[in-house]
């Protein structure tokens, strides 16, 4: 699990790089930062209700851990597309 911990800080450290270059460019209003807002407490509230649904199953911690890795992993990456589409700079090499 450390491992993919990991994992998602440093994709986590990428998409906040992503986001840093689109601010600087000056492509990022306020409607971007009220996204940013509403997706982080959507996120919070899925993994929120996939490990209380999870342990009231009889799913063990280390488990309910394991799946909310998984749908902050889901949104990082969500996330990181986003942003690698909507600005070319940030496109990896062809």
Do not use: D
Request: charged share 20%; glycine share 6%; with cysteine.
């Amino acid at each position: 699990m450390h491992s993919a911990l990991t994992l998602l800080g440093w994709e986590a450290q990428n998409v906040i790089a992503l986001r840093l270059m689109r601010l600087a460019a000056g492509r990022i209003g306020p409607t971007e930062a009220a996204l940013m807002i509403t997706k982080k407490i959507a996120a919070a509230t899925e993994a929120h209700a996939v490990a209380t649904t999870f342990v009231l199953e009889g799913g063990n911690g280390h488990t309910a851990a394991k799946k909310i890795i998984n749908v902050y992993k889901k949104r990082v990456r969500a996330n990181k597309r986003r942003h690698r589409q909507s600005w070319p700079l940030c496109a990896p090499p062809a």
